[in-house]
């Protein structure tokens, strides 16, 4: 197959190159809600997306496509960087792929999520300062005995473990009553502050329990070698000397078995595209 190496990079020109390589290309579906899905010969990309995002989506893609050719079993493994460089000693550039990783997909659900998990941390440590002005002896790690004997007989018990509570009162004429950690004073405006506070601290621990569990399940599907490999390629397309710097030897290793055909079509679409 003839390549025109004149051609400049636009969203069309490499679809036109994947589409040459066997790939079937789809531009108007929804790519199951991301911005780019590769699944066996066949790459789809969402709609709307902006011509210069749009090929970094390609290309991300077209790494996965590689990395099939590459290592079959890397759809249900999520593959290995030993395989994809070609080498064992893959410490070092694994290190290096996780910070590209987190240059080129800073808008990443990862990225938010690690943003809200430092911003809910810093507020837990204000109002556990907040309550020792009060409680000196207060520690989050064991039991708050004041909060507990004042709580004991109250609704607000309840708040402690769920932000949103419904509790149905009266016996003959039953009344709805919405209870809220967003509006603890104005729902028990005579507790002291630091049990306000601390109440609301129990909330931001649950939300702190649940981002911990979203980023280690995200962790673990952006440190897949094949999510590493086809974030590092698709970053080093769009942005070569960026990334060559803060990944020299894994940009190393890449150009290296790229020239030599190692990865297969990629070269013809670095070659035609980024004059390599």
Do not use: W
Not at 62 to 74: C, G, N, Q, R, S
Not at 160 to 184: H, P, R
Not at 189 to 203: E, G, H, T, V
Not at 220 to 241: D, I, N, Q
């Amino acid at each position: 197959m003839v390549y025109d190496k004149s051609k400049p990079l636009t969203k069309r020109n490499v679809i036109e190159f994947l589409r040459e390589c066997g790939i079937e290309v789809k531009t108007n579906t929804k790519a199951r809600g991301n911005q780019g899905l590769y699944q066996k010969n066949r790459i789809d990309l969402a709609k709307n997306i902006k011509d210069d995002k749009a090929i970094s989506v390609l290309v991300h893609e077209f790494a996965h496509h590689i990395h099939y050719k590459t290592d079959k079993d890397f759809i249900k493994t999520g593959g290995s960087l030993e395989k994809l460089f070609d080498t064992k000693d893959i410490k070092e550039i694994k290190s290096e792929l996780i910070q590209v990783t987190r240059l080129t997909d800073k808008n990443s659900r990862l990225t938010v999520f690690l943003d809200a998990k430092e911003e809910t941390s810093k507020t837990i440590k204000s109002m556990q300062s907040a309550i020792k002005r009060d409680y000196p002896n207060f520690q989050r790690s064991k039991k708050f005995v004041e909060f507990e004997k004042y709580i004991k007989n109250t609704d607000a018990k309840y708040l402690t473990k769920y932000d949103v509570i419904k509790i149905i009162k009266g016996f003959f004429i039953k009344k709805e009553v919405i209870l809220s950690v967003k509006n603890i004073e104005n729902d028990f405006p005579n507790m002291p502050k630091a049990f306000q506070i601390y109440i609301k601290l129990c909330s931001l621990q649950r939300k702190q329990s649940k981002l911990a569990r979203r980023i280690n399940k995200l962790s673990k599907y952006y440190e897949k070698p094949t999510e590493l490999f086809a974030r590092f390629v698709s970053g080093y397309f769009m942005t070569p000397e960026t990334v060559e710097t803060i990944a020299p030897n894994a940009t190393h290793k890449f150009l290296e078995l790229l020239k030599k055909g190692y990865y297969k079509e990629l070269k013809d679409l670095f070659e035609i595209f980024r004059d390599l």
